[in-house]
């Protein structure tokens, strides 16, 4: 047994009991296999590829709640919510559990929760929070809310940021199999670079850590995917979306002054000086 993979969890009747003793041992069964399987390259780019919505609790906090107040709503449930209690979610998702570990898994209910959930079974770790709330909460709601908004080019950045997101996913956790260190680098020179120290096979398992991950990847997903060349109305509508209490994090703002660093000279060539619009966006991104 390696230290990727121990038995933790889960229970069963001994076979042979001592005669007249009524209470029968308890067998460990469970599965905690940290090692992270790639995806296919058929889902990276689409919002299924963090979570699949099998679960009813998840489509109720959704549908339930104001639009001012789904963010705030989302992002708390999603981490105080245990997935295994959805017995008939959890009953179908193990009878694929195989398809769901297996590298390059194309099943209909992948998804990066999905997999997680099969790889821990019954040793306490709960999938990244991340998954359910930024990941595809921002990507399906906040992302059908925004596309119809944008001009063609905008639209073809929020596609192209999309899939560069979740290739730098990919990226980090493959890294993270392999050593301590994460390294990953924009695709385009000048759009940013950032290195993350996490024990091997651990990175999946600390929430904030994970949730820090992401975030350092998000500049460079949408400079890379084409940001700095925008015109000034789809800026506009995407520096909008963030819901408004999410800048109180701190990484938010870092992904608003690393993009900003590279949006902002071209946004100023693009406005009058005196346009007042385009002024404040550039006090924003310059923060």
Not at 102 to 112: F, I, L, N, V
Not at 197 to 218: C, G
Request: glycine share 8%; aromatic share 10%.
């Amino acid at each position: 047994m390696t230290d990727q993979q121990h038995t933790v969890l889960g229970e069963g009747a001994a076979m042979l009991t001592p005669s007249g003793y009524q209470v029968r041992p308890k067998i460990a069964l469970g599965s905690c296999n940290k090692t992270v399987p790639p995806a296919a390259p058929s889902i990276i780019g689409k919002c299924p590829y963090y979570y699949q919505p099998l679960h009813g609790e998840y489509l109720e906090t959704v549908e339930k709640v104001s639009v001012s107040s789904a963010w705030e709503t989302v992002k708390a449930f999603a981490t105080s919510w245990d997935p295994w209690k959805d017995k008939e979610v959890a009953r179908r998702l193990l009878h694929r559990r195989e398809q769901l570990i297996a590298p390059e898994s194309t099943d209909s209910d992948w998804s990066r929760h999905g997999s997680f959930m099969m790889r821990h079974i019954g040793c306490g770790h709960k999938p990244p929070s991340y998954y359910v709330s930024y990941g595809y909460y921002y990507c399906s709601s906040y992302g059908a809310k925004l596309y119809p908004k944008l001009s063609p080019p905008g639209q073809a950045w929020l596609r192209n940021a999309r899939k560069l997101l979740q290739t730098n996913m990919e990226d980090g956790l493959r890294q993270n199999m392999i050593g301590d260190q994460i390294q990953i680098s924009s695709v385009k020179p000048g759009n940013g670079s950032f290195s993350l120290s996490v024990p091997q096979y651990e990175l999946e398992l600390d929430d904030d850590t994970f949730k820090s991950f992401a975030f350092k990847t998000h500049p460079m997903a949408y400079l890379d995917g084409g940001l700095a060349d925008l015109p000034i109305s789809d800026l506009l509508r995407i520096t909008a979306q963030p819901n408004i209490q999410e800048w109180g994090d701190a990484r938010t703002w870092e992904q608003a002054v690393d993009s900003g660093q590279v949006v902002l000279p071209n946004m100023i060539n693009q406005s009058d000086i005196d346009d007042p619009v385009g002024k404040a966006l550039g006090r924003l991104l310059a923060k």
